[in-house]
Nanobody, 119 residues
Framework: QVQLVESGGGLVQAGGSRRLSCAAS????????VGWFRQPPGKEREFVAG????????QYADSVKGRFAISRDNAKITVYLQMNSLKSEDTAVYYC????????????WGQGTQVTVSS
């Protein structure tokens, strides 16, 4: 069984920073990419950032470019999302997810961690 556990959420003031972690464990398949998604209150879940596992390839949603940074620690099987210059519109439940190949969907998901940005 694959487990993805997010941590690091909480309450932060606008303009502040927060680092989220996503730790993978269990019977892991080969990992192609890990992504961060978020679901703001009353809205659809949206892609935030992604990082491939074996090469330095990252992708970001336009709304977070220049403010968020995704990174990974292969030895710890952990992916981080450093969030800076946070805005109230960044308030959401943040999820990490894993895909096994470029042809697969993200089919392993964590339970999510709440980030609330107060203005």
């Amino acid at each position: 069984q694959v487990q993805l556990v997010e941590s690091g959420g909480g309450l932060v003031q606008a303009g502040g920073s927060r680092r989220l972690s996503c730790a993978a464990s269990g019977r892991l398949p080969s990992i192609y990419q890990v992504g961060w998604f978020r679901q703001p209150p009353g809205k659809e879940r949206e892609f935030v950032a992604g990082i491939t596992w074996t090469v330095d390839n990252t992708q970001y949603a336009d709304s977070v470019k220049g403010r968020f940074a995704i990174s990974r620690d292969n030895a710890k099987i952990t992916v981080y999302l450093q969030m800076n210059s946070l805005k109230s519109e960044d308030t959401a439940v943040y999820y990490c997810a894993l895909k096994r190949s470029p042809f697969d969907a993200y089919d392993y998901w964590g339970q999510g961690t709440q980030v609330t940005v107060s203005s």
